[in-house]
């Protein structure tokens, strides 16, 4: 039985445990507007760019192949998984959704006969996964010197290193691993295909009615320019998602540490009530049969 | 009344305008292009100026993007522009000193550094703005 003493810290402690999460749960809500915000943002953006893309390469002539960044090498051998995730934790499960999925795509590539690298970005995916698969590490990311919401210069950096790598040669096929946000309950991990370029399905595709573009300066020269803006154009929407998210899963999992904290404290204070009650009784029986044998 | 041409101007930070207008004159890599109503489909890459909306043959609003592209087709021009600003909310003062900071910072890092191309292209991009706003 703990003495009233150890019940009433454990109170103590569990009452600012509850201030940090409370505090933290806004905090997150604050930012999630925010980053809810610019995900909004930079959604037009992406979405013409998308449809440009998609006309583009709707109109490619048969036969011409394009640059390799949209018709890929001729291979899929080499995969390089891209794996996005947060730089903190206490998020609930919003990094390990993200872990899950990339173990799934890289067990299922290497289960095909594949050679898998990983680059990660975010320090929590890398930790979670440099367990199992540190030899097919070939870099990573930090995010931490992102201020706000601007990841324009952190999605730039990354769309550079993966078309470089990807020139070089050292992979046929990049996958991008990251956290889709739906909703504020809901982020869902999604595997999206980034190099060769694919328009997405859902993206409109305008009716030329007959006619054949004109290009200035020429579709090559166009494409080549075109193709890693939307490499990065994808790589910071994605960003841009994964961070809405995080805030999202944070505010969550903050607000049932809060209210679990809450139960917590009701029932630690039943107990030392109850203890201090007895307490009480303990010592009128003491005095009561004390008074009685004089 | 003959049917107008859907605008849009986005960068990656908002879309700065959509809407149906008469006449849109911009500046492509191999000469500045108007577009009107039912142009045929054409796609080009954009250099640093200015984007001029016309109405009525009076300009409506003159918008400065940096790069980009503009995507002409049967629904109306798309233009992707790597940034852009609405030239009437620029204020002339503030552009030149973030010129002559952009200069001193290409000046400090010299040549070779490795961020020289970008302050560079930083600059470039501000010198063109500073012309742009003045006239």
Not at chain 1, 169 to 181: H, I
Not at chain 2, 17 to 23: A, L, N, Y
Not at chain 2, 32 to 58: I, Q, S, Y
């Given at each position: 039985?703990?003495?009233?003493?150890?019940l009433?810290?454990?109170?103590?402690?569990?009452?600012?445990?509850?201030?940090?999460?409370?505090?933290?749960?806004m905090?997150?809500?604050?930012?999630?507007?925010?980053?809810?915000?610019?995900?909004?943002?930079?959604?037009?953006?992406?979405?013409?760019?998308a449809?440009?893309?998609?006309?583009?390469?709707?109109?490619?002539?048969?036969?011409?192949?394009?640059?390799?960044l949209?018709?890929?090498?001729?291979?899929?051998?080499?995969?390089?998984v891209?794996?996005?995730?947060?730089?903190?934790?206490?998020?609930?499960?919003f990094?390990?959704?993200?872990?899950?999925?990339?173990?799934?795509?890289?067990a299922e590539?290497?289960?095909?006969?594949?050679?898998?690298?990983?680059?990660t970005?975010?320090?929590?995916?890398?930790?979670?996964?440099?367990?199992?698969?540190?030899?097919?590490?070939?870099?990573?990311?930090?995010?931490?010197?992102?201020?706000g919401n601007?990841?324009?210069?952190?999605?730039?950096?990354?769309?550079?290193?993966?078309?470089?790598r990807?020139?070089?040669?050292?992979?046929?096929v990049?996958?991008?691993?990251?956290?889709?946000?739906?909703?504020?309950?809901?982020?869902?991990?999604?595997?999206?295909?980034l190099?060769p370029?694919?328009?997405?399905?859902?993206?409109?595709?305008?009716?030329?009615?007959?006619?054949?573009?004109?290009?200035?300066?020429?579709?090559?020269?166009?494409?080549?320019?075109?193709?890693?803006?939307?490499?990065?154009?994808?790589?910071?929407?994605?960003?841009?998602?994964?961070?809405?998210?995080?805030?999202?899963?944070?505010?969550?999992?903050?607000?049932?540490a809060?209210?679990?904290?809450?139960?917590?404290?009701?029932?630690?204070s039943?107990?030392?009530?109850?203890?201090?009650?007895?307490?009480i009784?303990?010592?009128l029986?003491?005095?009561?049969?004390?008074?009685?044998?004089? | 009344?003959?049917?107008?041409l859907h605008f849009?101007?986005?960068?990656?930070?908002?879309?700065?305008?959509?809407?149906?207008?008469?006449?849109v004159?911009?500046p492509?890599?191999?000469g500045e292009?108007?577009?009107?109503?039912?142009?045929?489909?054409?796609?080009?890459?954009?250099?640093?100026?200015v984007?001029?909306?016309?109405?009525?043959?009076?300009?409506?609003?003159?918008l400065?993007?940096?790069?980009?592209?503009?995507?002409?087709?049967?629904?109306?021009?798309t233009?992707?522009?790597e940034?852009?600003?609405?030239?009437?909310?620029?204020?002339?003062?503030?552009?030149?000193?973030?010129?002559?900071?952009?200069?001193?910072?290409?000046?400090?890092?010299?040549?070779?550094?490795?961020?020289?191309?970008t302050?560079?292209?930083?600059v470039?991009?501000?010198?063109?703005?500073k012309?742009?706003?003045?006239?």
């Amino acid at each position: 039985m703990p003495s009233l003493k150890d019940l009433k810290n454990r109170i103590n402690s569990v009452k600012s445990t509850r201030k940090i999460t409370k505090a933290m749960q806004m905090v997150a809500a604050a930012k999630l507007k925010r980053a809810q915000d610019a995900a909004a943002a930079s959604r037009p953006y992406a979405q013409r760019m998308a449809s440009v893309v998609a006309n583009l390469a709707g109109s490619m002539g048969e036969g011409s192949s394009g640059p390799k960044l949209l018709s890929g090498t001729g291979s899929d051998q080499t995969h390089l998984v891209v794996v996005l995730t947060s730089e903190r934790g206490l998020a609930g499960g919003f990094n390990t959704y993200v872990v899950k999925e990339a173990r799934r795509l890289i067990a299922e590539l290497a289960g095909a006969g594949k050679t898998v690298k990983i680059l990660t970005v975010g320090k929590k995916g890398r930790e979670q996964l440099k367990r199992e698969y540190s030899e097919l590490f070939v870099g990573h990311l930090d995010l931490s010197e992102v201020k706000g919401n601007d990841y324009s210069e952190a999605g730039i950096g990354l769309g550079k290193e993966i078309t470089g790598r990807f020139e070089s040669g050292e992979f046929d096929v990049a996958t991008l691993v990251y956290s889709q946000f739906k909703n504020v309950l809901s982020q869902v991990p999604v595997a999206q295909q980034l190099i060769p370029a694919q328009a997405p399905e859902n993206a409109e595709t305008i009716d030329l009615k007959g006619a054949t573009y004109i290009y200035e300066p020429s579709q090559e020269e166009i494409l080549e320019t075109l193709l890693p803006r939307y490499i990065n154009t994808q790589i910071i929407s994605a960003m841009l998602e994964s961070g809405a998210g995080e805030q999202a899963a944070r505010m969550t999992a903050m607000d049932n540490a809060t209210r679990n904290a809450g139960e917590m404290i009701d029932d630690l204070s039943m107990e030392y009530n109850r203890a201090r009650q007895a307490q009480i009784t303990k010592e009128l029986i003491e005095i009561i049969s004390g008074a009685e044998a004089l | 009344m003959a049917s107008k041409l859907h605008f849009s101007l986005v960068s990656p930070a908002k879309e700065l305008f959509s809407g149906e207008v008469d006449h849109v004159i911009a500046p492509g890599t191999e000469g500045e292009f108007g577009v009107l109503v039912n142009h045929a489909p054409f796609m080009t890459t954009l250099k640093n100026g200015v984007v001029r909306v016309l109405e009525n043959d009076t300009t409506r609003m003159r918008l400065f993007v940096r790069g980009g592209f503009a995507d002409v087709t049967p629904a109306g021009l798309t233009i992707l522009a790597e940034e852009a600003v609405d030239l009437s909310t620029v204020d002339a003062a503030k552009v030149d000193a973030e010129l002559e900071d952009a200069r001193n910072k290409l000046a400090a890092e010299g040549k070779e550094g490795p961020h020289a191309a970008t302050l560079k292209a930083q600059v470039d991009y501000l010198s063109d703005l500073k012309s742009a706003v003045v006239n």
